[in-house]
């Protein structure tokens, strides 16, 4: 976490500061966490959080997708606040599955080691998980309400959260990622074309305020509006540039590595080399799949 470890962005939302997993807080009659980072920040979340509500709680968290990295700390904290979470059909289905669980647990356990986080900390199976699907809204306050948004892409469980009427999305791994050297980095990991269709219909919202969850969030209409164009640019040129490799050679760890050497390398997540080049060579995929395969 960094010195500063928490600041407001509005009235009744909390951003908690960490260069690669910021999460955010949303008060009201019950407390919403958005997203669980990796199991090497659980315990520094914890402490942050209670910091912040005192001695209040989370009641529910919600779950933009099933990843390893905005899963990773749900056990730890579940634990302790034993809060509802909430996520797409698809995410709760995967979150029941043991399997799932062992790699989400592997993968934390990898990071833990990189960050040199040498506690007992790990994944279990969680509790209280609940489905929300697209046009449910789930009430914060007399006031306030989010909305639910499908936007798949990224993965098949992918959902964004707007809450209303301020307009803060949270999207979630839907928008991409700016990198450390600042180009967008797109992860259209399951499906080119949902994706981008995702992407289209979160510009169409115009939201306010965008609350990443790997990056800081920008606040005003106009720059929202400019990031998430420049994000569907570089979503477009990259499956352009994945194209014609394709057209060379249709190795995809080989192109993979290729985008991470030319276009990424100098991650904001800087996660397992391996989850990166797994999600890279997912990229190549859905584009071969979408763009190569179907036209033969
Ligand atoms: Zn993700």
Known sequence: MNKRKYESIN????????EMFPLY????????LIDCSITAKAIDIHKTINMILKRGKIDSVLLTHSHYDHTGACFYLQNIYDFNIYGSYKTVKLL????VIDFIDRMNQDF?????DN????????KNLNTIKQGDRIKVDNNNHFEILDTPGHTKC???????????????????I???????????????????????????????ILAFCHNRYIKGKEKVKKFLELSLNSTKELKDKILKMLKKDQDFDKIAKE??????????????????????????????????????
């Open 11 to 18: 009235k009744n939302v909390i951003v908690l500061y960490d």
């Open 25 to 32: 807080i949303v008060k009201g009659e019950k407390n919403f």
């Open 96 to 99: 029941k599955k043991e399997k």
């Open 112 to 116: 833990k080691k990189l960050l040199n």
């Open 119 to 126: 506690s007992k900390t790990k994944c279990e199976m969680l």
């Open 158 to 176: 992918s959902i964004s959260f707007l809450l209303q009427p301020e307009k803060i999305l949270f999207p979630g791994d839907s928008v991409g």
């Open 178 to 208: 700016i990198e450390r050297n600042g180009k967008i980095k797109p992860l259209f990991l399951s499906s080119y074309k949902e994706y981008e269709k995702s992407l289209n219909k979160l510009i169409k919202i115009e939201p306010h």
């Open 259 to 296: 985008i991470f050497e030319n276009e990424f390398s100098i991650p904001t997540v800087m996660g397992p080399y391996k989850a990166i080049m797994i999600n890279l060579a997912a990229m190549v995929n859905s584009v071969y799949r979408e763009f190569v395969e179907e036209k033969i």
